[in-house]
């Protein structure tokens, strides 16, 4: 077989046009068309890399956002907390501070219409007291209440122990100014004179002695001298009367409890006994 070496190198040159030709408008496309979609595949990836990292800095921040905003939550919770018990306590303490305020004015209204009311009591027994004894003075002896009152407070100067009759005496003779004898009621002459020849009599010396009225003094009398006092009225026991008066207010329901915790008053005959020692003043 016979080789045709013209046909051979045609088709040779055809081939290698044919390459150069797939490789100039075929293949070079084909490679830049590929490089260029790498490129954006890789710019894509890229740019997906970075979307990623700023979502999971994001995701960072969020969540320390998220855990910051607890943490204040809860400090806001805990402060709110607290100031809530702070004002209930104060609100509370107030409260107290008020009702015991309340409970204090109440009590002293309720001592002080004790003591009014224990004042008209006192008043009005000793008005009865008085009347009684008078009436009673009057029918059995003929004598008026002053009278007596005056002859038992002379009977109590003769009576005195030696101890206060020395002091009483010095303080006699040696005041300055003269004694002063002080009584409710104005006393007649006759008392006056009884008692100015008791005072002689007992301190052996002719004292001298003014005569004063003293209506604040419940049915007595008493001698002043250089600070030295004898002293005899139904006061005592007209105060025994107005403290079981008020014993019996305090034991009444709806006392205060404050006023149930006083001392019980001094056993005494009461008002009964200023009645009871006129009487038996009169009649000795």
């Known amino acids: 077989m016979l080789i045709d070496w013209f046909t051979v190198a045609a088709q040779l040159v055809n081939f290698l046009i044919l390459v150069w030709l797939l490789k100039r408008f075929l293949f070079k496309p084909i490679t830049n068309a590929i490089d260029a979609r790498e490129k954006r595949i890789a710019t894509e990836l890229a740019a997906a890399d970075a979307k990623k990292a700023d979502a999971e800095k994001e995701r960072v921040e969020f969540e320390k956002k998220n855990k910051d905003f607890d943490q204040q939550r809860d400090a806001l919770m805990s402060k709110a907390t607290e100031e809530a018990k702070a004002e209930h306590a104060r609100l509370f303490d107030q409260a107290r501070k008020d009702a015991d305020s309340l409970r204090a004015g109440q009590a002293t209204a309720l001592r002080d219409d004790q003591n009014r009311l224990g004042s008209e009591i006192t008043r009005l027994a000793a008005e009865q007291v008085f009347d009684i004894a008078r009436k009673a003075l009057s029918d059995l002896a003929t004598v008026s209440l002053e009278e007596r009152v005056g002859e038992v407070f002379t009977r109590h100067l003769r009576a005195l122990n030696e101890k206060d009759k020395e002091s009483l005496g010095v303080a006699l003779k040696t ?109 000795r």
């Open 175 to 283: 005041s300055p100014e003269a004694a002063w004898v002080r009584s409710t009621f104005d006393l007649p002459a006759e008392q006056k004179a009884a008692i100015q020849n008791a005072l002689n009599e007992t301190f052996s010396a002719v004292i001298r002695i003014q005569f004063q009225t003293k209506p604040d003094t419940i049915c007595g009398i008493e001698l002043t001298a250089n600070g030295q006092k004898l002293a005899w009225s139904i006061d005592e026991y007209l105060k025994s009367l107005d403290e079981k008066v008020v014993a019996l207010l305090d034991a009444q329901p709806g006392a205060h409890p404050e006023a149930a915790a006083k001392p019980e008053p001094k056993k005494d005959t009461g008002g009964g006994a200023a009645l009871k020692s006129v009487a038996q003043a009169a009649t």
